[in-house]
């Protein structure tokens, strides 16, 4: 008798882990499956406070469209990377977007491996200040080989060298659990973008450890466009923002480098 409770209790025990097993994998697959549905622009946030931002990887985009078809106010465009790279169609998507009357910036992905100035020089050797209408960005995303300390020593200076030429701190653009990893209590001073994607009735507005309010919130990086071939970034001015809150409050002459 012992021993067969002992074999009932196992086998009572090893099918309420596979009921639990099974219903574990069916909550997930039905997680994935919402959050990887396209998103339609204006699903989170006001409708005119809407954003997009774009590199080459959404190639040729037709901006006529994005400008007549769509109410997105702003966009940011990638123009370097590191030490070297510059995005192809940075310079076409500057001239095309402001063309069809959207407000733009730049933003440079950081490397924390890379001297900051030789950063600093690659963005300023593509980005003509004339053609800017946002404050600029600095996309912060990866940790490196350095430590902590050091990557915000080196984030402060590129600050610093954007504030010394264009009169404004830079944006910081990163994700929520990057910023409350790593940078948070350290730029009080800036302005912040944080990407928080997913399901919207389980993953809100971003959330961050030290309690401050991001500027711009990225929610969703599956966003459909009328002009633009598949997916891209969608993003919202937080609420009580509006668009003059990240326009430049100076005009520049066309930069020589």
């Given at each position: 008798?012992?021993?067969?409770?002992?074999i009932?209790?196992?086998?009572?025990?090893?099918?309420?882990?596979?009921?639990l097993?099974?219903?574990?994998?069916v909550?997930v697959?039905?997680?994935?499956?919402i959050?990887?549905?396209?998103?339609?622009?204006?699903?989170?946030?006001?409708?005119?406070?809407?954003g997009?931002?774009?590199?080459h990887?959404?190639?040729?985009?037709d901006w006529?469209?994005?400008?007549?078809?769509?109410?997105i106010k702003?966009?940011?465009?990638?123009?370097?990377?590191?030490?070297?790279?510059?995005?192809?169609?940075?310079?076409?998507?500057t001239?095309?977007?402001?063309?069809a009357?959207l407000?733009?910036g730049?933003?440079?992905?950081f490397?924390?491996?890379?001297p900051?100035a030789?950063?600093?020089?690659?963005?300023?050797?593509?980005?003509?200040?004339?053609?800017?209408?946002?404050?600029?960005?600095?996309?912060?995303?990866?940790?490196g080989?350095k430590?902590?300390?050091?990557?915000?020593?080196?984030?402060?200076?590129?600050?610093?060298?954007?504030?010394?030429?264009?009169?404004?701190?830079?944006?910081?653009y990163?994700?929520?659990?990057?910023?409350n990893?790593?940078?948070q209590?350290?730029?009080?001073?800036?302005i912040?973008?944080?990407?928080?994607?997913?399901?919207?009735?389980?993953?809100?507005?971003?959330?961050?450890?030290d309690?401050?309010?991001?500027?711009?919130?990225?929610?969703?990086?599956r966003?459909v466009?009328?002009?633009?071939?598949?997916?891209?970034?969608?993003?919202?001015?937080?609420?009580?923002v509006?668009?003059?809150?990240?326009?430049?409050?100076?005009?520049f002459?066309r930069?020589?480098?």
């Amino acid at each position: 008798m012992t021993g067969e409770k002992k074999i009932f209790r196992l086998n009572a025990l090893g099918k309420l882990l596979v009921a639990l097993s099974a219903m574990t994998i069916v909550g997930v697959i039905a997680l994935t499956i919402i959050e990887q549905q396209p998103d339609d622009l204006g699903c989170c946030g006001d409708w005119d406070k809407q954003g997009i931002d774009v590199s080459h990887y959404q190639g040729k985009i037709d901006w006529d469209r994005v400008g007549s078809e769509t109410n997105i106010k702003f966009v940011y465009i990638k123009a370097t990377e590191g030490s070297s790279h510059k995005d192809s169609l940075y310079r076409y998507n500057t001239e095309q977007a402001r063309r069809a009357g959207l407000a733009v910036g730049s933003y440079h992905y950081f490397h924390p491996n890379v001297p900051v100035a030789v950063q600093y020089k690659n963005f300023m050797s593509l980005v003509d200040l004339s053609t800017q209408d946002l404050i600029p960005v600095v996309d912060i995303e990866e940790k490196g080989r350095k430590p902590s300390k050091q990557i915000c020593d080196s984030l402060e200076k590129f600050s610093s060298m954007i504030l010394a030429q264009w009169g404004t701190r830079p944006i910081i653009y990163t994700h929520q659990r990057f910023y409350n990893y790593l940078l948070q209590r350290s730029f009080d001073d800036h302005i912040l973008w944080i990407a928080r994607y997913g399901a919207y009735q389980f993953k809100p507005s971003p959330s961050l450890e030290d309690k401050r309010e991001c500027t711009i919130w990225q929610y969703s990086n599956r966003g459909v466009v009328e002009g633009i071939n598949g997916y891209v970034d969608l993003n919202t001015l937080d609420e009580g923002v509006n668009i003059n809150d990240i326009m430049l409050k100076r005009r520049f002459k066309r930069a020589e480098w």
